[in-house]
């Protein structure tokens, strides 16, 4: 069995002057003592919160050398990550690596006990509602680009190119194309002679059902 202390500072924080890494070794050290284990290894790194756990060099590192057993000590949970969901995750691997997660203010979080249990369920509401809060936002986001005839990401509308703001601007070479096959259909042909003629004319294949997609956009009857 080995313990291990995971102590993380922000890139902008100052390892030498160790005021953060020393009180969270300090904490843990005294946590240890509390519930008899003593810290075997060290790891610390300065890195962002919000990056994922298996993601960082150090905790990618750690995760490999973890055995079953094994204990992890925190100091607190902003330090270990500031991703609800990634947390959360990670937990789920400990535990069934059967890794013993310890986090100085709220005690083991992969076992059974009363506020590890607390812990986990408050958490997992939690994650629950910041990811429906921002699929939401998301939604939001989207509609008000569509609204402003922005681009909302993939591939950019046939027709039109994007500015340095990313508002679309016609593109008159494809609205050309746009207009030849608004006006084969006026003329009564099918979308399958529509899509057959251009990409003859374009040297480009031009399925039917991307043909009826863009005239329908534009306005084209059926």
């Known amino acids: ?19 953060s890494v020393d009180t969270q070794l ?21 890195i962002s919160g919000t990056v994922q756990f298996n993601s960082r060099p150090l905790g990618l590192e750690l995760m490999s050398d973890l055995k079953r057993g094994d204990h992890i000590i925190c100091s607190a949970l902003d330090r270990f990550s500031r991703n609800t969901l990634d947390l959360l995750q990670t937990i789920e691997k400990f535990k069934k690596m059967k890794v013993n997660l310890h986090f100085t203010e709220f005690g083991e979080v992969t076992g059974s006990d009363a506020m590890g249990s ?50 679309y601007v016609p593109c008159e070479k494809e609205q050309q194309i746009i207009r030849e096959m608004q006006l084969m259909r006026k ?36």
């Open 187 to 222: 003329r009564g042909k099918s979308y399958q002679k529509v899509a057959d003629e251009i990409t003859v004319s374009t040297r480009k294949k031009f399925p039917v059902s991307w043909v009826h997609k863009i005239l329908m956009r534009e306005g084209v009857a059926a």
């Open 26 to 46: 300090s904490k843990c050290v005294a946590y240890g003592v509390i519930k008899n284990l003593t810290i075997d290894k060290e790891i610390t790194e300065s």
């Open 118 to 167: 607390v812990f986990l369920k408050l958490l997992s509401v939690f994650a629950e509602f910041y990811s429906k809060q921002c699929s939401e936002k998301q939604i939001a986001t989207k509609q008000r680009l569509i609204k402003e005839n922005r681009f909302t990401g993939g591939k950019k509308k046939f027709g039109y190119d994007l500015d340095q703001n990313n508002y």
């Open 1 to 19: 069995m080995t313990v291990y202390f995971y102590g993380r500072c922000s890139a902008d924080e100052n390892f030498d002057k160790g005021s």
